[in-house]
């Protein structure tokens, strides 16, 4: 499986951005996609998660009200629309696949999941 992150970029204090994870060599049935970050000198944290059928959400609080996870899975692709973004959201962002749910992907270490993808910069200057 390839989970392949874009949507990155460079943006201004309360902008917006939408990042998408595509993956592609085999359907993810039953797996909770996810969104993790890594900012510069600091541990990997999650963001947010999403169930495979996309009922069920799970965030990190420093993101809840701004961020939102969605998910197409026809186009196998997961996607985190990130509003009201902050200097402190600054970070490599990393999408991650695992056979789990939303909230087990947000308490599990971040070392655990199944699947990762590279990284996309997000940039927000202040």
């Known amino acids: 499986v ?15 951005l939408r ?4 993956a592609s060599g085999r359907t993810l ?18 963001v947010a998660a999403i169930s495979w059928s996309g ?8 993101v809840k009200g701004r961020f939102t996870i969605s998910r197409d899975n ?3 692709t997961v996607y985190l ?3 009201s973004l902050k200097p402190e959201d600054t970070a490599v962002y990393y ?12 308490v599990r ?6 699947y990762w993808g590279k990284g996309t910069l997000v940039t927000v200057s202040s």
């Not at 390839?2 to 917006?16: C, D, E, I, K, N």
């Not at 990042?19 to 595509?22: F, G, Q, T």
């Open 109 to 114: 270490p971040y070392y655990g999941m199944d």
């Open 2 to 16: 390839q989970l392949q992150a874009s949507g990155g970029g460079l943006v201004q204090a309360g902008g917006s």
């Open 19 to 22: 990042l998408s994870c595509a």
């Open 81 to 83: 629309q990130m509003n």
């Open 55 to 62: 009922g069920t959400t799970y965030s990190a609080d420093s």
């Open 95 to 106: 999408c991650a696949a695992d056979r789990t749910t939303a909230q087990a992907m947000g």
């Open 74 to 76: 026809a186009k196998n």
């Open 29 to 46: 049935i039953s797996y909770a996609m996810g969104w993790f970050r890594q900012a510069p000198g600091k541990e990997r944290e999650f």
